[in-house]
């Protein structure tokens, strides 16, 4: 587990062979001056890049046409797929039927009820409160318990304004329409995260029931102070710039970005409510499992510090404060350790920098079914929209046969998905579940899901080994379940990548 026997996949298809397959496919005109000719290539110019551009020929099409339509499996496939959606069309029923909610490795308490981030990025926010509940429930003998969501998306949104911020003016000698700064202003203050994040935002801020901060308007629906807060934002960030520019004193500038912080401070408040302080207590009254009625009194804080307790570690047997993250990016070498420049939200020198160990998909699925058997939940990353179902809940390749319908293949591997932009993570939930074969091979496994009961089984989604293959990019483990060789990855320096890296999209 860890070792250089799962190297293959990266020693056999090398960065440099990538790059040129990404030529022999690239969209630029040849002829015209595109990237590989402005670098000053002109005399390297590759074999296959024709002189003159090719345009496309009417005739060649208006051929092509006629050889289509006189196949009659055409014609029927023409009837079948112009009048429905291709995928409902496709959908493969054996795919469905093969990946049934039946596992054999389940962890004994899940956490109840199905969340609903509703219209909201803040799966990361669902998935990792998902989890910290587990040993909150058991610890307070809880049926049903939700933490609330939106106290830490409050504190997000202004946490990740200031880091904004401060990047703004760490590059405000950079060219403002280069890469990186425009990368920076592409999206300040969005919804995702990451979970190093979601630590950085509990060990400043604590955590507080659902029931003491639901959720506003805004927080299920969050697209209007988005749009609201990145044009505040990107006004601030020309404003930083220009005072940077003309040698304003860094008083100054320092006064102007705390105007700036309170702004965003005012626009949250409104759109969310006040948060309760983390420091100050709060008192909460629940039902516990045999219905008796109890009462809390602590402060948000002292109540997310029971989760690195020495009773929640013995009643869940982890601290969740020492998990981190396992990673399959295929791009770069196992047990090597990465990270993504500029990255962040908490601006502090005892914040955890987003990290990541990258290994090999058997690694990352073996620490996923130790942790289910030692009945943990485990927080995982990946790609949702793709080969899934989302009434159904299944997520599977497969799922809809493009070339039955097509006759045409889609070959993409993992990698190349990455490096061509057709797949990044988009989604964090949690695993629950593994459903493994008679010789403890993963076949598929149990997703909780933050869609709300209408989505999948109940709230419930089944995922597919291949899928998970092909389709996760994240696992967040505890140390205990991985090997030596993968824990000594934690203490190498990191290969850092730049900020639009897909390694850096926020879940």
């Known amino acids: ?87 409902t069309v496709l959908q493969n029923r054996n795919v469905l039927t093969e990946n049934q909610h039946i596992f054999n490795v389940k962890i004994r308490f899940e956490g109840a009820p199905i969340t609903n981030q509703n219209s909201s990025g803040r799966c990361w926010i669902f998935a990792a409160t998902n989890v910290f509940r587990v040993a909150l429930m058991k610890r307070h003998n809880l049926e049903a318990f939700e933490l609330s969501q939106s106290y830490l998306f409050f504190w997000d949104k202004l946490e990740k304004a200031n880091w904004f911020l401060e990047q703004i003016l760490d590059t405000a000698d950079e060219d403002v329409e280069g890469r990186l700064v425009q990368q920076l202003l592409q999206a300040p203050v969005n919804d995702g995260g990451q979970w190093d994040m979601i630590v950085n935002l509990v060990n400043k801020y604590g955590l507080v029931p659902q029931v003491l901060y639901p959720d506003s308007f805004n927080a299920s629906h969050s697209g209007t102070i988005n749009n609201l807060l990145t044009t505040k934002l990107r006004e601030n960030a020309l404003t930083l710039r220009s005072l940077a520019a003309t040698s304003s004193s860094l008083s100054t500038i320092r006064s102007a970005k705390a105007e700036m912080m309170r702004e965003v401070q005012l626009i949250l408040t409104l759109t969310l409510g006040p948060p309760p302080s983390p420091s100050s207590e709060f008192t909460w009254q629940y039902l516990d499992a045999s219905g008796a009625a109890q009462t809390l009194s602590t402060t948000p804080l002292a109540f997310a510090a029971e989760l690195s307790s020495t009773l929640s570690i013995r009643t869940i047997g982890v601290d969740v404060n020492s998990m981190f993250s396992l990673i399959n990016d295929p791009r770069n070498a196992p047990n090597t350790l990465l990270t993504v420049a500029r990255l962040g939200n908490v601006v502090s020198d005892t914040s955890r920098t987003v990290t990541y160990v990258n290994v090999a998909m058997p690694t990352m699925k073996a620490a996923c079914i130790a942790m289910l058997r030692a009945d943990i939940p485990v927080f995982f990353g990946c790609d949702v929209g793709q080969s899934s179902e989302r009434a159904r809940g299944v997520m599977a390749t497969g799922l809809v046969d493009y070339e039955l319908g097509f006759n045409v293949k889609l070959g993409l591997t993992k990698r190349d998905r990455i490096l061509a932009g057709e797949s990044k993570m988009t989604h964090a939930m949690v695993l629950t579940a593994v459903h493994l074969d008679a010789e403890g091979k993963s076949v598929r496994w149990r997703v909780q899901n933050s869609w709300g009961e209408g989505s999948g089984d109940k709230g419930w989604f089944v995922m597919s080994d291949e899928w998970m293959d092909e389709f996760t990019y994240q696992a967040v483990v505890d140390p205990r379940f991985v090997s030596k060789e993968v824990r000594e990855v934690l203490k190498q320096d990191p290969k850092v990548l730049p900020l639009w890296d897909p390694m850096g999209e926020l879940a």
Do not use: C, F
């Open 1 to 87: 587990m860890g070792s250089q026997s799962s190297r293959p996949s990266y020693d056999d298809y090398t960065e440099k062979q990538a790059v040129e397959r990404m030529r022999q496919l690239a969209l630029t005109a040849p002829g015209s001056k595109g990237s590989y000719e402005a670098e000053g290539n002109e005399k390297q110019r590759p074999k296959y890049v024709a002189d003159e551009a090719s345009g496309l020929s009417i005739s060649d099409v208006w051929k092509w046409q006629e050889k289509l339509m006189d196949d009659p499996k055409n014609r029927l496939a023409l009837s079948a797929l112009s009048a429905a959606d291709p995928k």
